[in-house]
């Protein structure tokens, strides 16, 4: 839980480990280029434009970590910034993990904002760290969904799937990052799963096992996970309309 006497510093954490399969072949995916700039700079001065975030750790793929911290230091960024380059490892939990362990010890609260992410506004990224120093312990931005949702008894690639059932849309929610959590209680978190040896798609997923609460506010159509082609294509058409309209 948070100490309400310690002052508050909040840091990003930025998982840019992964190869980005689904995207199909080339780069890692955080190094590929949206508008002629690499994914991952979008995600950094997304986080490093909130005034909250004076630090942000960047999880780079560990044959690039010397190409990424080359790349930061070619991009603008606010000087109130400080950057860490640290190698990310197998999984995204990993490489989260890895994030975490390079934190200095001021740092009260944290956000985990995937790379694949690199559109999310920052009114958005002031909102998830608002709801944390106003004291909750684990904050996701998140959307409802636009589908309807079944659940079934996955079968092999190509083949029909039994339903087993049609979860109640209205209670369900599509997760985005950046999350954000009181340090310690990610911390414990990561600690549990990793000595359960289990897997978990999303931060807050961990925080939940804890018994902690985890509350969802409002996401942003724009932070969509980059994940396959035409979500690129999509990136790219939101990136052209803020050039034009905000000279972003
Ligand atoms: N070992 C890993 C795997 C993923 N990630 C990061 O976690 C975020 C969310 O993952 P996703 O978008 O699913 O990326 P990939 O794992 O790269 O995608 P794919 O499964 O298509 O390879 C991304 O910013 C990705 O770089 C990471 O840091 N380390
Ligand atoms: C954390 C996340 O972005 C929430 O939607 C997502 O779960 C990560 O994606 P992955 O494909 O499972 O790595």
Known sequence: MSDVTRPHRTAAVIPAAGRGVRLGPGAPKALRALGGTPMLIHAVRAMASSRAVSLVVVVAPPAEAAEVRLLLGEHALPERTELLVVPGGETRQDSVRAGLDALPPDVTSVLIHDAARPLVPVDTVDSVIEAVR??????????????????????????????????ERARLRAVQTPQGFDLATLRQAHAAIAVAGEGATDDAGMVERLGVTVVVIPGHEEAFKVTRPLDLVLAEAVLARRRATDGY
Do not use: I
């Open 134 to 167: 106003d004291g909750a312990p684990a904050v996701v931005p998140a959307l409802p969904l636009a589908d309807t949702v079944k659940e079934v008894e996955p079968g092999k690639p190509g083949e029909p799937e039994p339903v087993l059932g049609t979860p």
